[in-house]
């Protein structure tokens, strides 16, 4: 009987390409509907894949959303320029290169986020996490290097300054970010912060 198991299970377990179908689906989905509109019928329908396999693959419609983002979002990636001001203008327009499609996704989330904690968990498992990482690397290197002080007070609110900047210049002046003001940004907030030029 575990052997006729494993063996519909591996029948109906998505192929890469599937899965990715899957993940592009359920983004364009949260994009057009928000999160709480988000079915695993209607993704099970608009990718004619059964929503018993959905659940197996991903237990949850967090864990399917999430997954989905990290699988579709272009990760950062580390940066080493031996300048933490370069560094952090470096991630910075990593984020800006996909900031408008990120806008999108998160006015779908924000509000779900905010009430559910499994959605939370799951993003800021597969999609924040990787990303503070990335950006406690470049802090560690810029200390070593003695760019950056080991007890500045600045440090712990760096990723809230950073995507602070980002997000919130359309809600207070309702126009959209670019490099030009994120650069002015760094200088005026981040860097004096930093104790860096």
Do not use: C
């Not at 299970?9 to 988000?38: C, D, W």
């Amino acid at each position: 009987m575990s052997g006729q198991t494993t063996a519909q299970s591996r029948r109906t377990r998505l192929t890469p390409e599937r899965e990715r179908a899957v993940f592009a689906t359920v983004v364009e989905l949260v994009r057009e509907q928000g999160y709480e509109a988000l079915t695993m019928d209607a993704v099970a329908a608009r990718t004619r894949a059964s929503k018993a396999t959905l659940y197996r693959q991903w237990e949850s419609k967090p864990k399917l959303v999430a997954t989905a983002l990290r699988q579709m979002a272009e990760p950062l990636t580390d940066v080493d320029t031996g300048s933490l001001a370069d560094d952090l203008r470096q991630l910075v327009a990593q984020i800006l290169d996909h900031a408008d499609e990120d806008t999108a996704l998160l006015n779908g989330l924000a509000h779900a986020v905010s009430k559910d904690p499994e959605l939370w968990q799951a993003l800021y498992e597969l999609h924040i996490r990787p990303g503070l990482e990335i950006l406690h690397t470049v802090l560690t290197r810029a200390r070593e290097r003695g760019d950056l002080a080991p007890d500045n007070p600045a440090t712990p609110f760096l990723p809230h300054l950073v995507l602070g900047g980002l997000s919130l210049r359309k809600l207070i002046e309702n126009r959209d970010v670019d490099a030009e003001y994120m650069e002015d940004y760094l200088r005026a907030v981040v860097f004096p912060a930093l104790g860096i030029a």
